[in-house]
């Protein structure tokens, strides 16, 4: 059965939330295709931010989407929203692929950190994890425009340092200082969360 | 009590997933025994998810996820079929090591130096990494070195201590070329860290020439 996709253009994190309950709890493909109709384009596009092919992204996204499936049960709306569980996972592939590309023989799984068992959360994170990509967007707002440019190209990587310092025509001095200052502001917005 | 970090930037190399496996396992040993550094990387993570969930979508190719249908209904009908991971082997090393390193290979301690021992610890997806497990006995103190790149050294027990500070278990010592310093291991114990080396250098730290030959550089 040919399944469409609806491009979603938006998604409201409680439904998100919603949606990944029912795969986890129902195996519900539904409920996964409005995920995968949501995330799966959202997906090429950050990994293709992040330097690889079409093809490379295309196939990293039905990696990923196929993982949401399979460990839907471990996500945890107490420790992650459903974007950055899903981000995660986008990255652990990611690492995965260039490694296997590099070193054809491996085939072992990514070390993934996700996998580990965690200590109980408590009732104060829990409502800390909902809020926290919230918190994130407010303090990339909060930031100065110029910070908040560089953390965005520096998460994606898709330039090195040095070609960000290129490109903006300032010293690589000036982006390292940037970027550890845009860190360092980030990191005391999201501190003042607790 | 944790007193040394990873800094802001590697805490952020790791959550975008551009620390290099070597120094990414060191880090997520600190991390599992430092809360405050697992919630950065939760914070730096979410950042992720936010600039995920605001990016400007691109379609994907005609039948995407009917592939990826058709890819449970396979994995569905063939699960506990897969064959286990081969486990890598493990020596003791007298230590009880984090679990995050339960998947790698431990090497048998070598001796290096004086008071100094050495093992090698294999990544199971990535055995080009070099890490180590590193024993200094009581009360040594090594020769001033500076260190090739970046060297990352948690400690897992005993403390050292130099003209930076002193670094006790659960500490993280992120070290650069910058840093030059001539550690001393405290008197009442021995130190044993785990360290990763960034990138494919030429090793040419105090431990870095002392392990060079073991890398076959």
Redesign the interface.
Known sequence: M??T?R?EGS?SAPEATRLMAAVAANRD?VAF?AL??F????????L??SGMTPSAA?DV??ET??LV??KASYFDPA??????????I???A???RL?RES?PA?I????D?SD??DAPVSGEQAII?VE??????EA?DLLPREQADI??M????EVTQSEIADAIGIPLGTVKSR??LA??R??QI??DL? | MIKHHPS??TL?RY????LE?GP??VV?VH??ACTACA??I????????????????????A???????A??DT?EAGRGKAAP?QRLPRADVGIRLP??LD?CGIGPWRWIGPGVRWSRVT??????ANVMLLKVVAGRKLPEHTHAGYEYTHILKGAFSDARGRYGPGDLDEADDDVQHQPIVDKDGECICIAALEGQMKLSGFFGRLIQPLFGG
Do not use: C
Request: no cysteine; net charge negative; glycine share 8%.
């Open positions: 040919a399944v996709i491009d998604l493909r295709a995968f109709g995330y799966a384009p959202r997906l090429k596009a950050f293709k931010r295309e996204v039905q989407m196929l499936w399979k420790r992650a929203g459903v974007s950055t569980w899903i981000f995660t986008a990255r652990n990611r690492i995965d490694r070193r491996v072992a799984e990514a070390f950190p580990q068992p994890a926290r990509e919230d918190r994130v967007r990339l953390l965005k520096s998460f994606f990587g970027v550890r860190l360092g980030l990191r999201l501190d607790k | 802001d930037e952020f959550a975008n997933g551009s496996s990414r396992i997520a991390v599992g919630e950065r939760a914070g730096f993570e979410a950042l992720g998810g936010s600039l995920l969930h605001d990016i400007e979508p691109e379609d994907m190719e039948g995407a996820l009917d592939h990826v249908m890819m449970i994995g991971a679990e995050v998947d990544l199971p997806d990535d055995d080009s």
